[in-house]
């Protein structure tokens, strides 16, 4: 039984009731933002100057982090970047995908809830899951642009507006969603915390062992991580920078 009683048990929608799901480490353990544009660099799209730079301060700081990753992406035009997105979702993308959450979001979805994606990776890269998973709505880090030279949509490295991660998420949430109702939000670490308090129910996918002490004090279903989970790169690095 991969879908839990809780989530089995909650009644069908009646007025645009919202599901709320991180992308990364929640629907799948590894990271998009990460592999795709390790991708990106080494099919010599983007630079790969930054990238080290870009591990540190995450490690450091993960929303800033989120944040900076976009700055890899400067003088690239959405366009381009989205043909690339559409390319790498077709044929490389290769999710290990969480069973659990995604059957319990394709019946939360039969039920009438919104599905909606609230992320920290761009949402330009996760704009796929529409067609592949039927979402209602993706929020995540929006790229910046501006028209130069000819050329528009060049991306400037900036975010436009808020920044979705952490608080961000919340922020972000909250100025979308009016007067509707977050039934359920899944999520599985510190920058999904903000935007889980603001649902009726929350449940942490395969959390560290702070956030799942956490997720239990605020009474959040858990499901544990497996034995054979492993922890992506940047996660490490940020526990090694903390012991």
């Given at each position: 039984?991969l879908?839990p009683?809780?989530?089995?048990?909650?009644?069908?929608?009646?007025?645009?009731?919202?599901?709320?799901?991180?992308?990364?480490g929640?629907?799948?353990?590894?990271?998009?933002?990460?592999?795709?544009t390790?991708?990106?660099?080494?099919?010599g799209?983007?630079?790969g100057d930054?990238?080290?730079?870009?591990?540190?301060?995450?490690?450091?700081?993960?929303?800033?982090?989120?944040?900076?990753?976009?700055?890899l992406y400067?003088?690239?035009?959405?366009?381009?970047?989205?043909?690339?997105?559409?390319?790498?979702?077709e044929k490389?993308?290769?999710?290990?995908?969480?069973?659990?959450?995604?059957?319990?979001?394709?019946?939360?979805?039969?039920?009438?809830y919104?599905?909606w994606?609230?992320?920290?990776?761009?949402?330009?890269?996760?704009?796929?899951?529409?067609?592949?998973?039927?979402?209602?709505?993706?929020?995540?880090?929006d790229?910046?642009?501006?028209?130069?030279?000819?050329e528009?949509g060049?991306?400037?490295?900036?975010?436009?507006?808020?920044?979705?991660?952490?608080?961000?998420?919340?922020?972000?949430?909250?100025?979308?969603?009016?007067?509707?109702?977050?039934?359920?939000?899944?999520?599985?670490?510190?920058?999904?915390?903000?935007?889980?308090?603001?649902?009726?129910?929350?449940?942490?996918?395969?959390?560290?062992?702070?956030?799942?002490?956490?997720?239990?004090?605020?009474?959040?279903?858990?499901?544990?991580?497996?034995a054979d989970?492993?922890?992506?790169?940047?996660?490490?690095?940020r526990?090694?920078?903390?012991?």
């Amino acid at each position: 039984q991969l879908i839990p009683p809780f989530i089995a048990e909650l009644p069908q929608a009646t007025n645009g009731e919202i599901a709320a799901f991180d992308a990364d480490g929640t629907l799948w353990t590894n990271d998009v933002a990460d592999d795709f544009t390790q991708w990106m660099i080494s099919e010599g799209n983007i630079s790969g100057d930054s990238w080290d730079e870009y591990m540190r301060i995450y490690a450091d700081d993960p929303p800033t982090g989120c944040r900076y990753l976009l700055t890899l992406y400067r003088g690239k035009t959405i366009a381009a970047i989205g043909e690339r997105v559409t390319h790498y979702w077709e044929k490389l993308a290769n999710r290990t995908w969480i069973d659990d959450v995604v059957q319990s979001l394709l019946l939360l979805k039969e039920k009438g809830y919104s599905i909606w994606i609230v992320s920290g990776t761009p949402t330009l890269f996760l704009l796929p899951l529409a067609e592949i998973l039927g979402t209602d709505k993706i929020i995540g880090m929006d790229f910046e642009t501006e028209d130069r030279n000819g050329e528009v949509g060049l991306v400037t490295g900036e975010p436009l507006g808020i920044p979705c991660a952490g608080e961000g998420k919340a922020l972000k949430l909250k100025g979308l969603i009016g007067s509707r109702d977050i039934s359920i939000c899944c999520g599985n670490g510190s920058l999904d915390g903000p935007m889980m308090e603001m649902a009726s129910k929350a449940w942490s996918i395969y959390p560290n062992a702070e956030f799942e002490t956490y997720s239990r004090q605020q009474g959040y279903a858990v499901l544990p991580r497996p034995a054979d989970f492993e922890e992506e790169e940047k996660f490490l690095l940020r526990e090694e920078g903390e012991a």
